[in-house]
């Protein structure tokens, strides 16, 4: 029965490093890896392909069903995302990508239609899942649960960065500015809004790095 293959959850806000510390921490325990906000941010891009309203919730739902969406590794070994048979990772990365996904993510129709496809990664040996609810709701049974978070200052020079070294030109004080009003959105939304599960564990990465956060992550999770 998949309810007794073991999850670990890594909820927290975007920025917290939570898509690399998973992507790691999966990898090391040749688990499986779920990015649930992948799979908003694909909805989001089909949705804009198709000039949909993004503020119909009807027509949202039809588009979270008629999306395929695959995770595929390149030659290099990155996790690629394709929707509806193109690669739209460098897309899916956008911050106006991100906050479409956080628009659409707060219709309860949307977070429903996403329940069983995200479910369906729970596969032998194990499943890492990162996103906002996945503690709470997706697999609120799991034994492992982490929340990470960052100070949003912390998190915005991250995410600056990060974007520099791509050649993206932003300031340290718009990605703030952003970051704080996805947070509150996340947060504010009715349904599933974003919190720690009472029996995750709280991790704070201000001032600590990668490694040291898997560490503490991988030392919670006995195999
Ligand atoms: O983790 P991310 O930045 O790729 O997520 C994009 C948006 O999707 C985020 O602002 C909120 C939403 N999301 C969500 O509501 N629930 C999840 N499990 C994952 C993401």
């Not at 909805?43 to 588009?63: E, H, K, Q, T, Y």
């Not at 596969?123 to 697999?139: E, S, W, Y």
């Not at 509150?184 to 599960?197: G, N, S």
Request: glycine share 8%; net charge negative; with cysteine.
């Amino acid at each position: 029965m998949s309810d007794s293959i073991p999850v670990l959850t890594i909820d927290g806000p975007s920025g917290a490093g939570k898509g690399t510390v998973s992507r790691i921490a999966a990898a090391r325990l040749g688990w499986h890896y779920l990015d649930s906000g992948a799979l908003y941010r694909a909805v989001g891009v089909a949705a804009s392909w198709a000039n949909l309203d993004i503020s119909d919730p009807a027509a949202l739902v039809r588009c979270t069903f008629d999306t395929a969406v695959v995770f595929k590794e390149d030659a290099k070994g990155d996790l690629r995302v394709w929707v509806n048979g193109s690669d739209a990772t460098d897309e899916l990365r956008l911050e106006t990508t991100g906050a479409v996904a956080s628009a659409i993510a707060a219709f309860p129709e949307v977070r429903s239609a996403l329940k069983e496809r995200q479910r369906a990664f729970r596969q032998a040996p194990g499943l890492v899942a990162d996103g906002r609810d996945m503690g709470t709701v997706i697999f609120a049974d799991a034994p492992y649960k982490v929340f990470l978070t960052a100070s949003a200052e912390e998190r915005a020079e991250r995410r600056y960065n990060q974007l520099k070294d791509k050649g993206v030109s932003v300031t340290i004080d718009g990605l703030l500015r952003e970051i704080l009003a996805r947070d509150a959105r996340d947060a504010q939304r009715t349904v599933a809004p974003l919190r720690p599960a009472e029996d995750a564990v709280l991790i704070d990465t201000t001032g600590l790095n990668i490694d040291q956060v898997v560490e503490r992550v991988l030392a919670l999770v006995k195999t």
